[in-house]
């Protein structure tokens, strides 16, 4: 079967840098997603791997190891305005996106 | 703003009643598509959309019927609902089905059936 695997919920301090990953096994792959989702609002996208390496956007970076099935998502500075989930999502073989369940992420002062 | 809209953001429902979920995109995308995304689950798919043709039903129970009446549009007619499809419903759309997948999501409905 498919399987996307990803913390249930971390805690991090505001200032700090937090690594979120996410571990796959999928019938193929086209490429890995991280969307954010604050509470009560629509999932955002925000990276897209297909590549092995990292790829930065700001405070945002998001790795990816193919070989190993692997991707984190790195967040610096953290603000509390991070405080949210952070779904990670791959594209299979048929281009079907498999969805992990999602990492909560706290933020204290 | 995502430019996917959805109509309404909360709805409650008895296990009788027949209502309708709308979704709107204003990004000149071709594919759509409804999620049902349950607490502490992955999102689960539901159905899919490209270009007005239904593309994709993921063992979705007939209670659920989805509507595309055109690539702008897609609705999800609810009727004879049970308590466990008490859940967060998501529209998303992209460019088309298949590589061009980025996909951007509306704000969804929050469902609850009594």
Redesign the interface.
């Known amino acids: 079967g498919q399987n996307?695997d990803q913390p249930?919920e971390m805690t991090a301090t505001e200032g700090a840098i937090v690594q979120i990953n996410c571990t796959y096994q999928t019938s193929g792959f086209?490429g890995l997603?991280w969307?954010q989702q604050h509470a009560?609002?629509?999932?955002?996208?925000l990276s897209?791997n297909v590549l092995d390496g990292l790829e930065e956007k700001g405070r945002f970076s998001s790795f990816l190891s193919r070989s190993k099935g692997y991707s984190y998502l790195l967040l610096k500075e953290l603000q509390m305005k991070d405080s949210a989930s952070y779904?990670c999502?791959v594209?299979d073989s048929n281009?079907?996106?498999?969805?992990?369940?999602?990492t909560k992420l706290i933020i204290k002062p | 703003e995502t430019g996917v809209t959805q109509t309404p953001r909360h709805l409650v429902m008895g296990m009788t009643n027949k209502k309708s979920l709308k979704c709107e995109q204003h990004l000149g995308h071709n594919a759509m598509y409804w999620y049902k995304q349950s607490a502490k689950k992955p999102l689960e798919l539901m159905f899919v959309y490209n270009f007005k043709e239904q593309t994709e039903n993921n063992s979705v129970p007939s209670r659920f019927s989805p509507e595309c009446p055109n690539s702008s549009h897609l609705f999800l007619h609810l009727h004879t609902l049970q308590p466990e499809d008490s859940a967060l419903y998501l529209c998303a759309s992209s460019l088309q089905r298949g590589s061009q997948e980025t996909q951007y999501f509306g704000p969804g409905t929050r469902l609850l059936v009594l």
């Open positions: 996307i249930t086209n997603f969307y009560g609002e629509a999932p955002t996208f897209y779904l999502a594209r281009y079907q996106l498999i969805w992990g369940a999602g």
